[in-house]
């Protein structure tokens, strides 16, 4: 049966996406735990970020770095918050996580209720610095 994410991936649940190549998605969170966190995740079905391939592995941290740089000046924050929890969806996946503190890092911080322009917004300021 195919995960949330390939679902997501596939169309069959709409998601806000930033990016997407031949390997990876780059779509925002639902839950954010700051505005702009958004979810790296390959289009192949992985379980564990460790039973990944070292060159997808690679793929996706490039992405990721480009990603958190995009949001530093997207959303003017210090710095990238990058966590791999491995625990919500049995699909690999990437947080990236503009923050200017350690405290916005906790998933006990994440949103109940979301904005979908809210969304839409932080996906197309993300991408908007991914095509410098």
């Known amino acids: 049966m195919p995960t949330l994410f390939t679902k ?9 996406f930033a990016y997407r ?5 780059v779509f925002m969170s639902i839950n954010p735990i700051t505005v702009g966190h958004a979810l790296v995740v390959p289009v192949q079905e992985i379980d564990q970020w460790t039973d990944l391939s070292p060159d997808l592995s690679q793929h996706l941290l490039n992405v990721a770095k480009k990603v958190g740089n995009a949001q530093k000046l997207a959303f003017g924050c210090e710095r ?8 919500e969806v049995n699909h690999c996946h990437l947080h990236v996580i503009p923050t200017n503190s350690i405290q916005d890092l906790s998933f006990s911080n994440a949103a109940q209720n979301v904005d979908y322009k809210q969304l839409q917004d932080a996906a197309d ?5 991914l095509a410098i």
Request: glycine share 12%; with cysteine.
């Open 8 to 16: 997501i991936i596939e169309g069959q649940i709409p998601a806000k």
């Open 21 to 25: 190549d031949d390997r990876c998605v």
């Open 80 to 87: 990238a918050g990058l966590i791999i929890a491995g625990f």
């Open 125 to 129: 300021k993300i991408a908007s610095y």
